[in-house]
Nanobody
Framework: QVQLVESGGGLVQAGGSLRLSCAASGMIFSINAMGWYRQAPGSQRELVAVITSGGSTNYADSVKGRFTVSRDNAKNTVYLQMNSLKPEDTAVYYC???????????????WGQGTQVTVSS
């Protein structure tokens, strides 16, 4: 089976920084895009950042210039460096990845369990 596990969430004061990590494990043949989403209470889940297998990135307008997404293909891990955090960044952050599994046909999207990020004023 394939599993994505996030880490790095927590409580931080406005203006501070956090670095989220998400590691994929299992019988993985390849990973295409990897990304980060977030969802605040009463809000829809929104895309925060995505990075393709070729290294192309895209960010939500609200985080441009503050967040940086990167990946380590050797470790099957995607990172989200969050700087200059604001209270409105408070949400549960989920990583996802488009993965082809060894011995299976097709590419499927997998999700992590989520990690809470809380930014205080």
């Amino acid at each position: 089976q394939v599993q994505l596990v996030e880490s790095g969430g927590g409580l931080v004061q406005a203006g501070g920084s956090l670095r989220l990590s998400c590691a994929a494990s299992g019988m993985i043949f390849s990973i295409n895009a990897m990304g980060w989403y977030r969802q605040a209470p009463g809000s829809q889940r929104e895309l925060v950042a995505v990075i393709t297998s070729g290294g192309s990135t895209n960010y939500a307008d609200s985080v441009k210039g503050r967040f940086t997404v990167s990946r380590d293909n050797a470790k099957n891990t995607v990172y989200l460096q969050m700087n200059s955090l604001k209270p409105e960044d408070t949400a549960v952050y989920y990583c996802n990845a488009d993965i082809r599994r060894i011995g299976y046909y097709g590419e499927y999207t997998y999700w992590g369990q989520g990690t809470q990020v809380t930014v205080s004023s």
